[in-house]
C-alpha cells in the first residue's frame, strides 16, 4: 500500500471554515505569537466539551462536584451564545471538507493554493469560538478523490504543545468492545498505540482484568456491561470485594423487567 500523505494515525476529517494567506512561512517572533496563540485556541477548544471533576476535587462532596459541573455547563453555553453572535456579526468563510492530523492537512477543493506556495492557513475548528487556529504550511502536493482536488498541506514551525493539541482534536474518546478472553487477538494494543484521547474496552473484565489493563498502560478506563446488570451496586461490590450476582443469560436480549431490574443489591 503507498504511504498516506497524512500518516497512518487517526485523521480528524471534517467541513470546516478556512483561509488561506499566501506568504512566506513564518518565523521568529511572529511563528512563537502564532504559536501562542493557536496554544490559547486549542486549550479553549479541549476545555469546552470536556466536563471533568478536578483531581483536586475529588474528596469533595458530590453536591459540590455537581454544582459546579453545572455552571461548568452554564459557562460552556454562554461561551457558545457570545461566540454564535460574534460570528453573526463578523460572518464565517464557507466550511471546506479536510482531513487533518497534528502535522498535515489535505484540502479538497477548487480554490486551493497551487503545489509549492506558503502561506498561513486559518482554520476555524470549532463553530463555538469564533477565532481560528493558524497554522504556516507549504503546499507539498496534490492529489484527485473521486474528482476532487485535495491539496497536501504540511505544517511548519508549529511547537511541540501545539502538535499534541490538534492530535487530540475531534474524537473525545474511543470506546472498542475487545473481548478479555484468553487466545484471542485483541486490538486494543494497536488501537492505543494510534489512539491518544480516552481510551476505553469492555467485554468479560473483572475488577482484577480492569486493573491490570489500566495499570498496564492498555486502556484509561474499563467499561462492565453484563457485571453491572446483575449488581445494581457493582462499584460498592468492587469496593468492599464483596462476592457477585452471576448475570442470568437465559434472561439477556429478554425484552421484560425479569434479568435487568430484579437482581438484588446488598442489603
Ligand atoms: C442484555 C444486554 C444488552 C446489551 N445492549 C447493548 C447495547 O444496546 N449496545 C451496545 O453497544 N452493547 C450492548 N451490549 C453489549 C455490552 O455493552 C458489552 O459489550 C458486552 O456485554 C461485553 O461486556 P461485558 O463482559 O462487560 O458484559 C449488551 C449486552 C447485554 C448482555
Known amino acids: 500500500m503507498p504511504e498516506s500523505f497524512l500518516g497512518d494515525g487517526l485523521v480528524f476529517e471534517e467541513a470546516l471554515p478556512v483561509v488561506w494567506t499566501a506568504g512566506p512561512l513564518a518565523e521568529g517572533l511572529a511563528l512563537a505569537r502564532l504559536n501562542a496563540d493557536n496554544h490559547q485556541l486549542l486549550g479553549a477548544e479541549a476545555s469546552l466539551d470536556e466536563v471533568r471533576v478536578h483531581e483536586a476535587l475529588k474528596d469533595e462532596s458530590p453536591a459540590l462536584i455537581h454544582e459546579l459541573q453545572r455552571l461548568e455547563y452554564k459557562v460552556n453555553i454562554l461561551l ?5 453572535l460574534a460570528l453573526r456579526n463578523s460572518g464565517l468563510p464557507a466550511a471546506q471538507r479536510i ?7 489535505e484540502w479538497f477543493g477548487d480554490a486551493t493554493p497551487a503545489v509549492g506556495s506558503t502561506g498561513l492557513l486559518a482554520v476555524y475548528v470549532n463553530a463555538a469560538l469564533p477565532q481560528p487556529v ?10 484527485m478523490q473521486c474528482d476532487l482536488r485535495a491539496a497536501q498541506m504540511r505544517f511548519s514551525g508549529l511547537s511541540d504543545a501545539v502538535v499534541e493539541q490538534l492530535d487530540k482534536l475531534g474524537i473525545v474518546y474511543l470506546h472498542v468492545v475487545d473481548p478479555v478472553t484468553d487466545g484471542i487477538k485483541r486490538v486494543s494494543p494497536l488501537l492505543r498505540r494510534k489512539f491518544n484521547r480516552t481510551y476505553i474496552v469492555n467485554g468479560g473484565f473483572d475488577i482484577d482484568s480492569a486493573n491490570a489493563a ?18 445494581p451496586d457493582l462499584p460498592q ?4 470485594n464483596a462476592s457477585l450476582n452471576v ?6 436480549y429478554a425484552g421484560e423487567d425479569k434479568g435487568f431490574t430484579d437482581y438484588l443489591a446488598l442489603a
Open 99 to 105: 482531513r487533518l492530523t497534528s502535522r498535515a492537512l
Open 80 to 84: 457558545r451564545l457570545a461566540a454564535e
Open 134 to 143: 493558524r497554522i504556516p504550511c507549504v503546499v507539498a502536493g496534490e492529489r
Open 247 to 252: 448475570p442470568d443469560q437465559a434472561t439477556f
Open 214 to 231: 489500566i495499570h498496564g498502560g492498555e486502556a484509561d478506563l474499563v467499561a462492565f456491561g453484563t457485571p453491572f446488570l446483575a449488581n
Open 237 to 240: 461490590r468492587y469496593r468492599i
